[in-house]
């Protein structure tokens, strides 16, 4: 009896989230009032003005800020810490530069040594990294770090990858690229995504919805449907019709922002 409330196609439920800093001299209101749910599986993409409070909000929900009104649930339960159901990946790799590319992906696993060789092996494998396993860091590219850093996340198997402009330090044609690896990445694996961006075209490219952020305080502006097959084409009429449509969402974002 009873239970029948609980909706397992809703992996994330923010509900009416605010969070503010508190210094001496001043309180700044990061977000206020964030409501929206992601469905398992989907990959949201987050767009708004620069400072709205998009890092902020994805710290709340990887649990590195626990100080905040309202509820964040995952799979029903409020967040209150870190956990390895939540991979974040940010805007530089974070590798350690003093491990290799396995080491670095090995790192936590408990599993035992062969076990942990052919789980990098076929992680590496799905970043078109193999081969990689003994080099440094500094061995590679921009794009290739970022890519070990997808598959140092994709490795411990989150239910959701938070990512921070994952893509934002990639030159153009690297960026396009990457956005199709990213792309396979997500269809194969079906690992929900919420991803931050300031790359219009991108959020159009991956995402199955887009939620547009408001100027400071960050509060939802209108959240986008993209109901197009993937892989996606972008020079097709509807997709830049999509883009249209977000970019002027977005226009008026950042019209109402000031510093
Ligand atoms: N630890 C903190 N202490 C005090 N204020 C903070 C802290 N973290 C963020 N803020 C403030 O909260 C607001 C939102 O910051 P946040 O980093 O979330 O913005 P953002 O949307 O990610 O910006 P960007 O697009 O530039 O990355 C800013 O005004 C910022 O100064
Ligand atoms: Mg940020």
Not at 86 to 104: A, C, K, M, S, Y
Not at 106 to 132: N, P, R, S
Not at 155 to 181: C, V, W
Not at 208 to 216: S, T, Y
Request: proline share 3%; with cysteine.
């Amino acid at each position: 009896m009873a239970e029948t409330s609980v909706d397992n196609s809703i992996i994330l439920d923010i509900k009416h989230v605010s969070k503010s800093f508190r210094s001496k001299s001043k309180t700044v209101q990061a977000i206020e009032d964030v409501d929206f749910k992601v469905g398992r599986g989907e990959f949201i993409s987050v767009i708004g003005p620069s400072g709205c409070g998009k890092t902020t909000l994805l710290r709340l929900i990887a649990g590195l800020e626990v100080d905040y009104e309202g509820d964040i649930l995952l799979n029903n339960k409020r967040v209150e810490g870190p956990g390895l159901d939540r991979g974040v990946i940010f805007q530089d790799h974070r590798l350690l530069p003093w491990l290799t590319i396995e080491e670095n992906l090995a790192l936590g696993l408990t599993e035992d040594k062969t076990q942990i060789k052919a789980l990098v092996k076929q992680y590496l494998k799905k970043v078109d990294l193999e081969g990689f396993e003994n080099a440094y860091p500094r061995q590679l590219s921009g794009g290739m770090s970022q890519r070990a850093s997808i598959a140092r996340a994709l490795i411990r198997q989150p239910e959701i990858l938070l990512l921070d402009e994952p893509l934002g330090a990639l030159d153009a044609l690297t960026r396009y690229n990457m956005q199709e690896e990213l792309e396979k990445i997500w269809m194969d694996n079906k690992t929900t995504m919420i991803m931050i961006t300031h790359d219009i075209e991108e959020a159009v490219y991956l995402s199955d919805r887009i939620v547009v952020l408001d100027a400071r305080p960050c509060k939802v502006k209108e959240i986008f449907t993209i109901p197009l097959e993937h892989p996606r084409d972008r020079s097709s009429i509807k997709f830049e019709e999509y883009r249209a449509s977000v970019v002027s969402s977005f226009r008026s974002a950042v019209s109402n922002y000031s510093i």
